[in-house]
């Protein structure tokens, strides 16, 4: 079974410069989220979505940072303008938002973001 | 904020028995105990959870006190491949909505030596 897929791995920008990063969850997850996580930090969730509808954008710093779920599959989660506190490991994960299950959340490797 | 305490780091022999300890003392009765890892440079991996009574799958042991307001996390023969960030989370078990998303502490570093 293919995991969760992210893109890019690695990527470096200068503040003030706009990135996206994009994912792709387990086929048939219904629930997607995108988690920030600061070095020496545990994860911090932005976004859940369930299928192509917003569950919770509470922490989503939604001056600079925006997300979409189209069709209800891939994702993209786009900062503009980026800022130096932003530099960390974007990770998506999706569970298969099954009701009555304790829908387990499966992580992709994450992309790390560098603002300079 | 995580509602879970955990040390620090901790260290363990490799072959031994790594033991991590939680405290979750203001834990709800319908939440559960969950339990993550996080190997270097990947994403958090699910381990295993409980509700009240213990559990035991093919990675772990997870060893709940009767009042549950604590946990521990048993790996039963540690190996260097075991060395990783894990994560103690208390959560409602439902579909839907935000009430059982994950919410991370700083968790422990277990680092397993030869």
């Known amino acids: 079974e293919a995991g969760v897929a992210q893109s890019p791995r690695y990527k470096i920008i200068e503040k003030r410069q706009s990135v996206a990063f994009w994912c792709n969850p387990i086929?048939?997850?219904?629930?997607l989220y995108w988690y920030q996580q600061i070095l020496g930090q545990g994860p911090k969730l932005l976004i859940q979505f369930q299928n192509n509808g917003v569950v919770d954008d509470s922490q989503l710093p939604k001056d600079r940072f925006s997300a979409e779920r189209l069709k209800g599959v891939d994702s993209t989660l786009k900062i503009q303008p980026a800022k130096l506190e932003d530099s960390a490991v974007y990770l998506c994960?999706?569970?298969?938002?099954?009701?009555?299950?304790?829908?387990?959340?499966?992580f992709g490797p994450g992309t790390r973001l560098t603002v300079l | 904020d995580a509602k879970t305490t955990q040390p620090t780091s901790m260290d363990c022999a490799e072959g031994r028995a790594a033991n991590l300890p939680c405290n979750h003392s203001t834990i709800s009765g319908n939440e559960y105990v969950y339990w993550y890892r996080q190997i270097h440079s990947q994403g958090p991996q699910y381990i295993i959870h409980g509700l009240k009574n213990n559990e035991t799958n093919e990675m772990a042991s997870l060893i709940i006190t009767e009042d549950r307001k604590s946990s521990t996390l048993i790996l039963p023969h540690a190996t260097l491949r075991d060395t990783a960030v894990y994560y103690c989370?208390?959560?409602?078990?439902?579909?839907?909505?935000?009430?059982?998303?994950?919410?991370f502490g700083k968790g422990t570093k277990l680092s397993v030596k030869p």
């Open positions: 086929s048939g997850h219904a629930t």
């Open positions: 989370i208390v959560r409602v078990a439902v579909w839907g909505g935000s009430q059982g998303n994950l919410i």
């Open positions: 994960a999706s569970s298969p938002g099954v009701a009555g299950g304790h829908n387990e959340q499966f």
